[in-house]
């Protein structure tokens, strides 16, 4: 899967973008354990949204490799 | 046209969001005019920066006018959103609406403004003297 990384998150993993293998369980909400384990800094946001494909994803929403994924931490746009 | 959305590296220009609003149907025209401000919480702020998940962005920008068309008695919405490095007094934001009347057009106004400021991917990062910060990222 492609990763896109934005603002905080970008400054934590310290890449724009990163090659992420699908998780065995294929859920928003296991990537989201598995980028977080990878990199703990990343918990310590206000808050992290996800968006796959350009939209906001849920926790239960699933995964597939051909998906673009976007870590998306507070947004502050205005 | 109804809506209009820009996210731009260039300045914005105000009179380019009025005439987008602008209509012979409408009684009110509401503009609200987002600017960079010299201080938070009594530290003084030299720029700002914004950057954007651009086409992510444009997109939510697009929802929240199509909204604000839905709940609003309005007739047109534009927003125009800045990235990149701004100085004090320069625009990050433009929210130009067109009604019939005044208080649809100010609370689209104000719906739009709220809304991007919690949906739309965009942000910024504050330069003070002694370092930088990222807006609202960390508690």
């Given at each position: 899967m492609k990763v896109l990384i934005f603002g905080a998150a970008r400054d934590i993993v310290g890449k724009q973008e990163l090659d992420f293998p699908l998780p065995s369980d294929p859920s928003v909400k296991s990537f989201r354990e598995n980028i977080c384990s990878q990199f703990?800094?990343?918990?310590?946001?206000?808050a992290l949204a996800f968006a796959v494909n350009e939209e906001y994803a849920n926790d239960e929403d699933v995964l597939k490799n051909q998906d673009v994924v976007a870590i998306i931490p507070p947004v502050s746009g205005g | 046209m109804k809506k209009n959305i820009h996210l731009s590296t260039k300045p914005l220009e105000i009179q380019t969001c009025r005439d987008f609003a602008?209509?012979?149907?409408?009684g009110a025209e509401c503009i609200f005019i987002g600017t960079v401000r010299n201080a938070t919480q009594g530290n003084a702020v030299h720029q700002l920066h914004f950057e954007c998940y651009e086409s992510m962005a444009i997109k939510e920008m697009e929802k929240i006018a199509d909204q604000a068309l839905i709940k609003f008695e309005i007739l047109t919405i534009t927003i125009h959103h800045r990235v990149g490095t701004l100085a004090i007094g320069e625009i990050p934001v433009i929210i130009a609406v067109g009604a019939a009347h005044r208080s649809a057009a100010f609370d689209a106004c104000q719906f739009a403004i709220d809304t991007l400021k919690e949906t739309v991917p965009i942000w910024k990062k504050e330069f003070f003297e002694d370092g930088e910060v990222w807006v609202s990222a960390h508690p």
């Amino acid at each position: 899967m492609k990763v896109l990384i934005f603002g905080a998150a970008r400054d934590i993993v310290g890449k724009q973008e990163l090659d992420f293998p699908l998780p065995s369980d294929p859920s928003v909400k296991s990537f989201r354990e598995n980028i977080c384990s990878q990199f703990p800094e990343l918990k310590k946001l206000n808050a992290l949204a996800f968006a796959v494909n350009e939209e906001y994803a849920n926790d239960e929403d699933v995964l597939k490799n051909q998906d673009v994924v976007a870590i998306i931490p507070p947004v502050s746009g205005g | 046209m109804k809506k209009n959305i820009h996210l731009s590296t260039k300045p914005l220009e105000i009179q380019t969001c009025r005439d987008f609003a602008s209509g012979n149907s409408n009684g009110a025209e509401c503009i609200f005019i987002g600017t960079v401000r010299n201080a938070t919480q009594g530290n003084a702020v030299h720029q700002l920066h914004f950057e954007c998940y651009e086409s992510m962005a444009i997109k939510e920008m697009e929802k929240i006018a199509d909204q604000a068309l839905i709940k609003f008695e309005i007739l047109t919405i534009t927003i125009h959103h800045r990235v990149g490095t701004l100085a004090i007094g320069e625009i990050p934001v433009i929210i130009a609406v067109g009604a019939a009347h005044r208080s649809a057009a100010f609370d689209a106004c104000q719906f739009a403004i709220d809304t991007l400021k919690e949906t739309v991917p965009i942000w910024k990062k504050e330069f003070f003297e002694d370092g930088e910060v990222w807006v609202s990222a960390h508690p």
